[in-house]
């Protein structure tokens, strides 16, 4: 089993911004998807921004061109850049794995999750 962990949440006023990242307990080597999901309150939890295993990246409508999502190799945390952040964005922000296992079986990967507040 691996551990995920997001980091870099806060308080941060509208029209700024915030890296958040998510490491890992032990290398992933190989997944099919990467992903930053989020939680606001009273909602449910949504897709903000997915990287496939073959270098396909999506968005939510609600983040393009504000928030990029990042993983440079298999070393390296999992990173969403956010800019312009809006009050709407309050969320809590939780990083995603998933793939298949060597012995054919699939994960899913999720870590506990970093709050973020957008609020002046």
């Known amino acids: 089993q691996v551990q995920l962990a997001e980091s870099g949440g806060g308080l941060v006023q509208p029209g700024g911004s915030l890296r958040l990242s998510c490491s890992a307990s032990?290398?992933?080597?190989?997944?099919?998807?990467a992903a930053w999901y989020r939680q606001g309150p009273d909602k449910e939890r949504e897709l903000v921004a997915q990287i496939t295993s073959g270098g396909s990246i999506n968005y939510a409508e609600s983040v393009k061109g504000r928030f990029t999502i990042s993983k440079d190799n298999v070393e390296k945390p999992l990173y969403l850049q956010m800019n312009s952040l809006k009050p709407e964005d309050t969320a809590v922000y939780y990083c995603n794995f998933k793939g298949y296992r060597a012995d054919g079986g699939s994960y899913d990967y999720w870590g506990l999750g970093t709050q973020v507040t957008v609020s002046s």
């Open positions: 032990r290398t992933i080597y190989s997944f099919r998807t």
